[in-house]
């Protein structure tokens, strides 16, 4: 069992940025995909950006590319998502999840950190 939990996350105008973190405890996660999903209201839970573990090569969702980045510590017990040149559409619960055995598919993934609001305002 991997416990995540994120911080970060609150509210900015379009263009800013916010940084969100996601510290990893429990057991060894590498080699498994962790990334950030995000959920607006009234829509579906979607990929952002996501690594694996220990390899980092990332992938991002085509809305964030070169907006976001997603990285991971040396210790490789926290993950990151930098994220600049916000937009309005960014706004949601932003989750970190780990354990994952497809990247794209969430519902792969066994643990859930217990999501940070992000709100961009025009």
């Known amino acids: 069992q991997v416990q995540l939990v994120e911080s970060g996350g609150g509210s900015v105008q379009a263009g800013g940025s916010l940084r969100l973190a996601c510290a990893i405890s429990?057991?060894?996660?590498?080699?498994?995909?962790l990334g950030w999903f995000r959920q607006a209201p009234g829509k579906e839970r979607e990929g952002v950006a996501r690594?694996?573990?220990?390899?980092?090569?990332?992938y991002y969702a085509e809305s964030v590319k070169g907006r976001f980045t997603i990285s991971q510590d040396n210790a490789e017990n926290t993950l990151y998502l930098q994220m600049t040149a916000l937009k309005p559409e960014d706004t949601g619960i932003y989750y970190c999840?780990?354990?994952?055995?497809?990247?794209?598919?969430?519902?792969?993934?066994?643990?859930w950190g217990q999501g940070t609001q992000v709100t961009v305002s025009t």
């Open positions: 690594i694996i573990s220990g390899i980092r090569t990332p």
């Open positions: 999840a780990a354990l994952g055995t497809s990247g794209l598919d969430w519902h792969s993934y066994k643990s």
């Open positions: 429990g057991d060894d996660h590498r080699g498994y995909w």
